[in-house]
């Protein structure tokens, strides 16, 4: 019998998975991960009569194929996500948590199955999903104090930050390295305070790609959006995320949209719907073929240049009228 678990190389899925094995250890389970745009990641999953497959944070709507595949082969699969996933297949060997809601993401998901066992990493996941609501809420109810809760925000951050990038090759470490980075450590504080780990690098990576947001200008602006169209450089490509997340905080009743270059010639954008009215950004990019997402923050992965004024045109008419 194999394990394998499949993840989101970004801050949800990783400390989904974090909390499900310190709470039930695999130290032989394979790992399928990649960049956080990654998501069909069941394609590169073989299994045998009996294997166990763990899938987190990557929509079943995008994998269903595969998983179909993977049910016919007898394999065992635990299914744990917050995107969109369309009908549900009705299997005995899936056991599915997914909840689409807002407010929801896989590590929170994965906190309430294992009843908060591992609280410390869901707060941590919902901070690097963006979800500072529900990550401070969690992060009340188990008293921590604001220095605890500021660190485990930036964490979060850091890790989420660490995902974004048009190949492994954008990223400092890839997500599986630095899954097994940071499983020896029973906390987050843990790894932040080993001066051994690798917290330090990620932060003067982030750091240093950071100096280049201010620089930053509008394309397209209007009460309602906003489009930024990043320069072709790795910085950009890894800040993607990280900086919409930013602009959605700073302008909560606004959406926003992140241009970045991809290696197929075409652009990569990530899209946020106002944080104040979390709806719309899956159904905007699920109306271009690689596009999905979830409610709040959705993306495409290969927009054709050409295409570009056809999707500054859809997403401000997707919430001028939201």
Same mark, same amino acid.
């Given at each position: 019998m194999?394990?394998?678990?499949?993840?989101?190389?970004?801050?949800?899925?990783?400390?989904?998975?974090?909390q =499900?094995?310190?709470? !039930?250890p695999?130290?032989?389970?394979?790992?399928?991960?990649?960049?956080?745009? #990654?998501?069909?990641?069941l +394609? !590169?999953?073989?299994?045998?009569d009996? #294997?166990?497959?763990?899938?987190?944070?990557?929509?079943l709507? @995008?994998?269903?194929?595969?998983?179909?595949?993977?049910?016919d082969?007898? &394999?065992?699969v635990?299914?744990?996500?917050?995107?969109?996933?369309?009908?549900?297949?009705?299997?005995?060997?899936?056991?599915?948590?997914?909840?689409?809601? *807002?407010?929801?993401?896989?590590?929170? =998901?994965?906190?309430? $199955?294992?009843d908060?066992?591992?609280?410390?990493?869901?707060?941590?996941?919902? %901070?690097g999903d963006?979800?500072n609501?529900?990550?401070?809420?969690?992060?009340?109810q188990h008293?921590?104090?604001?220095?605890?809760?500021?660190?485990?925000k930036?964490? /979060?951050?850091?890790?989420?930050?660490?995902?974004?990038?048009?190949?492994?090759?954008?990223?400092?470490f890839?997500?599986?390295?630095?899954?097994?980075?940071?499983?020896?450590?029973?906390?987050?504080? #843990?790894f932040?305070n080993?001066?051994?780990?690798? %917290?330090?690098?990620? +932060?003067? /990576?982030?750091?240093?790609?950071?100096?280049?947001?201010?620089?930053?200008s509008?394309e397209?602006?209007?009460?309602?959006?906003?489009v930024?169209?990043?320069?072709?450089?790795?910085?950009?490509?890894?800040?993607?995320?990280?900086?919409?997340?930013?602009?959605?905080?700073?302008y909560?009743?606004? *959406?926003h949209?992140v241009?970045?270059?991809? @290696?197929?010639?075409g $652009?990569?954008?990530?899209?946020?719907a106002?944080?104040?009215n979390?709806?719309?950004?899956d159904?905007?990019?699920?109306?271009?073929?690689?596009?999905?997402?979830?409610k709040?923050a &959705?993306?495409i992965?290969h927009l054709?240049?050409?295409?570009?004024?056809?999707?500054?045109?859809?997403?401000?008419?997707?919430?001028t009228n939201?």
């Amino acid at each position: 019998m194999t394990a394998i678990d499949v993840f989101n190389g970004d801050a949800d899925g990783i400390c989904a998975l974090l909390q =499900l094995r310190q709470d !039930q250890p695999g130290q032989n389970n394979q790992l399928i991960t990649g960049i956080k745009r #990654d998501i069909q990641l069941l +394609k !590169q999953v073989s299994v045998q009569d009996g #294997d166990r497959v763990t899938v987190l944070d990557i929509s079943l709507d @995008k994998n269903r194929n595969d998983l179909q595949r993977l049910l016919d082969n007898g &394999a065992q699969v635990f299914y744990s996500d917050h995107h969109f996933y369309g009908d549900l297949p009705e299997h005995p060997n899936l056991t599915t948590r997914i909840n689409t809601d *807002a407010d929801i993401c896989t590590s929170l =998901l994965i906190n309430q $199955y294992l009843d908060n066992r591992h609280y410390l990493w869901a707060v941590t996941g919902a %901070f690097g999903d963006n979800l500072n609501h529900s990550a401070l809420t969690l992060a009340t109810q188990h008293r921590l104090n604001s220095s605890q809760t500021e660190q485990l925000k930036q964490l /979060g951050i850091l890790i989420n930050y660490n995902g974004y990038g048009a190949d492994i090759n954008d990223l400092h470490f890839h997500p599986a390295d630095l899954f097994k980075q940071i499983l020896p450590h029973n906390n987050p504080f #843990d790894f932040i305070n080993d001066s051994q780990s690798v %917290f330090q690098q990620l +932060k003067d /990576g982030y750091d240093e790609d950071n100096k280049h947001v201010n620089d930053l200008s509008c394309e397209y602006q209007s009460d309602k959006v906003a489009v930024f169209i990043l320069p072709d450089a790795p910085w950009a490509r890894r800040m993607s995320g990280i900086f919409s997340n930013e602009l959605v905080n700073r302008y909560p009743d606004r *959406a926003h949209a992140v241009v970045t270059h991809n @290696k197929q010639g075409g $652009y990569l954008i990530s899209v946020r719907a106002p944080l104040n009215n979390k709806t719309g950004a899956d159904d905007l990019c699920r109306q271009f073929e690689t596009g999905g997402g979830r409610k709040a923050a &959705a993306g495409i992965n290969h927009l054709p240049v050409e295409q570009l004024d056809n999707f500054i045109k859809q997403f401000s008419r997707q919430f001028t009228n939201n």
